[in-house]
DNA sequence: GAAGCACTAGAGCGATCGCTCAAGTCGCGC
DNA sequence: GCGCGACTTGAGCGATCGCTCTAGTGCTTC
């Protein structure tokens, strides 16, 4: 068997915490759903529910970095990156019947003023994805300062996008937040190279 | 006394529900912060739980419109005003100890897949906002595709801006995403002279 | 083959979940 | 003052919550 008792347990519960978030979430659902028997979660996981929620996130948060990196380590072309990473997340939200956005975001709002372990390994996953997309964003020339600005930027309107999208179950959303992205990178982008300019 | 037992309920659920979403809200717990009768929330509202939860999202949704009004409604300058609002949120958030953002975006993650009347309430009261937000951007010259693409970036950046500080207790965040937001308005604004000059 | 350990297995704990229901209080129209 | 509908009140329903606990299985190491 390839798969452990443990990975099944957090990949299960990723898929549960997509769906329905974290409070809506029972551990006895979680078991049925990894085929994994009730004693083993309190076996890999002695905190309970809380500590297999903290995994998840962490687990999910780095398959999700995993996917930016597909689209920004091997281009030269940010812009394009862009706009094909949320044209790609508009299409896998449509096709997945508006479940498959951000794996974590639900549980970062339950959890934001509840549990602060949980509420921090969300911020240690959105942190890790800004410091990816900064260090993209700097290969192509911006300041550390400007990067940051245009990865939180990025960030906020992927995460808008894919909120809005599920409300109201309209890929187009994700479509129209993309556009600004990608323009905002290409501002960003134009904007070092003027200042690039001026210092000569 | 002013307040109804019925708006009692409402706020009461409102303040739970942005606190810590749906799910991890308690029939019991609302009733005792509304300080009202447990039966009085089923002659009220006889749905249960998720009546009383789609009443409070589109009165918080309406509350929420009302202070989109209040920044946008009086000004010819629309930069400004989303610079003020996005400022006016971050001091909020920070002064609130980061719990005072959307009042019902974690509830719409987690009712999107899991609960149509409940989605369908979140989904009609972000529309909602767009429309506020549209009708002053075409106020202001703009075509009604232009606004509703800078209606949507807005949104996003904002809701993007309210979880990543929520999440990383950072109001900086959200005023990143102002400044972002900001550009926006005035490159639509602008893109919107050039193209009336270019008419002539 | 015995001992030790990691893991499986699920019955069952007390607490809480959303909700029902019968009984009651209250004010208003007649 | 009587009747009636609006609203209050809280006990208690069955189901589910997260979790504990004991027992058992199977692999590894002497």
């Given amino acids: 068997m390839a798969t452990t008792t443990k990975d099944r347990l957090i990949e299960a519960t990723a898929e549960l915490f997509r769906h329905q ?58 812009v394009a990156a862009t706009r094909q990473f949320f044209e790609a997340a508009a299409d896998t939200v449509r096709d997945t ?17 509840t549990s602060d372990p949980l509420r921090r390994a969300t911020a240690d996953v959105f942190e890790s994805w800004l410091v990816q997309l900064d260090a993209h964003f700097a290969r192509n020339g911006l300041t550390k300062t400007q990067a940051r600005s245009l990865s939180v930027s990025l960030f906020c309107l992927l995460e808008g996008a894919f909120l809005l999208a599920r409300a109201t179950r309209e890929h187009r959303h994700i479509r129209a937040a993309g556009r600004t992205a990608a323009a905002a990178v290409r501002d960003a982008l134009e904007h070092r190279a003027s200042t690039v300019a001026r210092r000569r």
């Fill in 97 to 113: 019947d508006y479940t498959d956005a951000c794996p974590i975001a639900t549980v970062a709002l339950e959890v934001a003023s």
């Fill in 21 to 78: 978030g974290y409070s809506a979430t029972g551990v006895k659902e979680i078991v049925d759903a990894a085929r994994a028997p009730f004693g083993s979660m309190y076996h890999f996981f002695p905190g309970g529910k809380e500590e297999l929620g903290a995994a998840t996130i962490r687990w999910s948060g780095a398959m999700y970095g995993e996917l930016i990196e597909i689209f920004y380590a091997d281009t030269s072309d940010p």
